[in-house]
């Protein structure tokens, strides 16, 4: 009973002190913040005191759906039932309508279907554009882009109306696949302005083939450029201000990575970026739909690109041995890839067919899988880290690894071993041969730069002045000049008197040593005769010993050794007493006969000197 007790205790305290961790990391939530360092895995652009990840893509899949598969996504015009519209690629050109608020899916289209006079159009409605009420004056109306035979007698753009019925626009003649349709407004300008731009792949035996057509409201189709090389899956309008190519058309091709664009007051097709693909890409991939983000979307590692607009490229198509998959590449105005998305997740396969910025999220309409979905991903899942320049995120030459060197993660930090310092050339990243060192000197890392030791000491930027294997700068040097103790003290820069192996300076300087008579000596080397810790030179200079005679050694400790004597005992020795002795009788006739014979001799002068 006791240890139920116990367990519930631990149960429910473990409960209700625990701190909120949204990514399950075992972290606080506000310490990640606080030490996260730009670092895009527990930033924190709100300020919301949460990570990013938490608040944008921490469940990526919004919505799945069952039989249809999305190939592109408009967020619905004004008059239809407020969401997003979403075009699908089938047997049938369905068009679903989704609400983000009830997170519900459904059939917009009558029936279900586009269909003409009741027969559904084949194989799909692959995107969607909406015109305003100016166009054609019949209110808003969705222009959808149908993937038709040429067998198929129907209409290759079709309308679908707010309330869901539908009807034929415009056929497209000689063309197998109509793949994109934009409208472009009024305010544009020139030849075009006000009318719909469809693109897709002509209907000849080179299949890699694509036009440019214009359609008015009356449907009525005129072709702009009758041969686009490598054909074409998806155009849109830049914003006016992207760079030099605002307000021209983006043009995105079949089974290539690149990107022209057509001006829509001169009519020329230029080059803008060719999108480099990862090197395991699926077969037959292309640039399937492109959207550009609003200003200031994009933040990487810290990096807020508050004043630019960004193109973002979504590139799909088969897999090797089946199955589909791709990658989104975001594009400067300059044409430069400057970020990258990769999904490794095995369910659902990655192939990113429609996109909308909805927010802080971007919706992919992701063609993968058994069954289509929706996506929702933030700024922060792009992702710059390309170590080895070989156009493959780090994070998936680390998932995709065979177990190379050159990819494999030591350290877990999702970057590929081969980009990492490895100061010997030996394929095991400096950090990780540290991480498993245990000590021993070949591994050590003792001046912490990330480097080992014997690395520093083969590239000279430690030395090692005793041939001890650690580096000087490990070492003692308790005055810093670059010499350690032990190597100043072998040289003779330094002396070591009481043999403790610290200059003697250091002592003095650390008040480890006493240095009485400032002679920089410590005073347990010098001369203490009465043994009471003071040198005798001190003893003698503040009074506490007599040395009259001044050798330099304490009365007391002449007397003590027998090379003074104080023979009438009054406690000074002899050479220093004041007053003379009282002679003896010896004493005192050898005085007498010395000066007797001082008087003779002064006489016995005299008398010659007389003569």
Sequence with gaps: MTSILLSSFIICSAAFFSFPDCNNNGIDDAQDVA????????????????????????????RAFTSYFPESMIEAPEGFPPGILIGTLDTSAVVLHYSPETDTVSTFSEDGLLTNNGIPL????????????????????????NRSDESDPWDDVTVVNPDGTVSNFARVMD????TGIEYIPMSIGGPHAGKLVAVGQTNTSDSFRGALYTIDSFGVVSTIIPDLVYGAFTVHLAPPDFGDNGSKLFIGHVLQFGITTFDLLTNDVAVFANVEALPVMPTGSGTRQIAFSPKGWFRAFGEDF???????????????????????????????????????????PFDPRGLLFDGDRLLIANFGGEVGSIQSISALDFDPRDCNGNGSLDTFD???????????????????????????QDGAPDAC????????????????????????????????????????????????DGIIDECALNSGQESDCNSNGIPDSCDIRDDVSLDCNSNSEPDECELDCNGNGVPDECDISVALEEDCNGNGIPDSCDLRDGTSVDIDGDGLIDDCDTFLPIPTVSQWGLAALTLLLMITAKLAFRRRVLV
Aim: aromatic fraction near 6%; charged fraction near 20%; include cysteine.
């Design 175 to 178: 063309q197998s696949w109509l």
């Design 35 to 62: 030490n996260c360092e730009n670092d895009p895995r527990c930033a924190d652009f709100n300020d919301n005191g949460v990570p990013d990840l938490c608040d944008y893509h921490f469940d990526p899949t919004v």
């Design 306 to 348: 508050v004043d630019e607009s960004f193109l973002v490229v979504s590139i799909s198509g088969s897999q090797l041995g089946g199955g589909s998959g791709g990658i989104l590449a975001v594009v400067d105005a300059l044409g430069n890839t400057v970020l990258r998305y990769q999904s490794l997740q095995s369910s659902p």
């Design 398 to 424: 680390v998932l995709a690894c065979d177990g190379q060197k050159w990819c494999s993660d030591c350290n877990s930090n999702d970057i590929p071993d081969g980009c990492e310092p490895d100061c010997n």
């Design 122 to 145: 084949m194989y799909g409605s692959v995107d969607l554009t909406a015109a305003p009420n100016a166009f054609g004056h019949q209110g808003p109306r969705v222009f959808v882009a």
């Design 433 to 480: 041969v540290i991480a498993d060192c245990g000590g021993e000197l070949a591994c050590a890392d003792c001046n912490e730069n990330g480097v080992p030791d014997m690395c520093d000491f083969d590239d000279a930027t430690s030395v090692d002045c005793n041939t001890n294997h650690v580096p000087d700068e490990c070492e003692p040097d308790c005055d810093q």
